[in-house]
């Protein structure tokens, strides 16, 4: 079993839907979580952090819950230039970072 | 603020072959890390440097080395190339090795070994 996975994807969505992605961790010691994002043929670039308590970043939500190993980013109002790769992360404490495999996002006009 | 920069952009190499691979940290960050990404994948571990010493490797074999430098810039090394070491290199800087600070890319060197 992966340490990190993700939905398989590809998601493809109209402009405007919301979209959810779900991503889960096998290591407990895991203790902090991102969003990258990664365009084709691109490096990854942050999207946002993850925490406990939740946290919105305009039209992006980012939820974690220790309790399930699960993490989520809800995309609302899904604009043409969502469309990406999304990787979940996870860091154990001092030690390097666990990428999922990703999920690909197309939105269509 | 100068972001994290890699060359070459691209190399093309033979199986057998060794391949040295460099890498920019951003300003202000001492922690290097890099990672392999093949293709439809997620990147990989591979190591970690802080303060030009190895500090947590992943499951890449002996053959796979680096080195930090006193700036904080690094190189990845592969020996004896094979074919499945074609992927995206990836390296990562951020401001200390805790684990809690955010990682950031440089753009990547895309290797084939042919």
């Known amino acids: 079993r992966k340490e990190v996975e993700q939905d398989p994807g590809p998601f493809n969505v109209p402009e405007g839907a919301t979209v959810a992605f779900n991503c889960t961790y096998s290591?407990?010691?895991?203790?902090?979580f991102f969003w990258y994002r990664q365009d084709c043929r691109k490096e990854p670039k942050l999207l946002m952090s993850?925490?406990?308590s939740g946290n919105e970043d305009g039209r992006f939500t980012a939820q974690l819950n220790r309790a399930s190993q699960y993490i989520s980013l809800l995309i609302r109002d899904s604009k043409l230039s969502d469309s990406a790769t999304y990787l979940c992360v996870g860091n154990n404490y001092g030690q390097n970072f666990v990428f999922g495999p990703g999920t690909r996002l197309s939105v269509l006009p | 603020e100068t972001g994290v920069t890699q060359s070459p952009t691209h190399l093309i190499k033979t199986r057998g072959q060794q391949v040295t691979l460099r890498c920019s940290s951003q300003?202000?960050?001492?922690?290097v890390s890099w990672y392999q990404q093949a293709l439809g994948q997620g990147p990989q571990f591979i190591f970690q440097?802080?303060?030009?010493?190895?500090?947590g490797r992943g499951n890449f074999p002996p053959r796979f080395s680096g080195l930090q430098f006193p700036n904080y810039s690094s190189e990845l090394n592969v020996n004896a190339l094979e074919l499945d070491d074609s992927a995206l290199y990836l390296c990562a800087s951020s401001r200390d090795s805790a684990g809690e600070e955010t990682q950031y890319f440089g753009p990547g060197t895309r290797l084939l070994v042919l």
């Open positions: 440097y802080y303060r030009e010493e190895e500090n």
């Open positions: 993850v925490y406990s």
């Open positions: 300003s202000g960050h001492n922690t």
């Open positions: 290591n407990s010691a895991s203790q902090s």
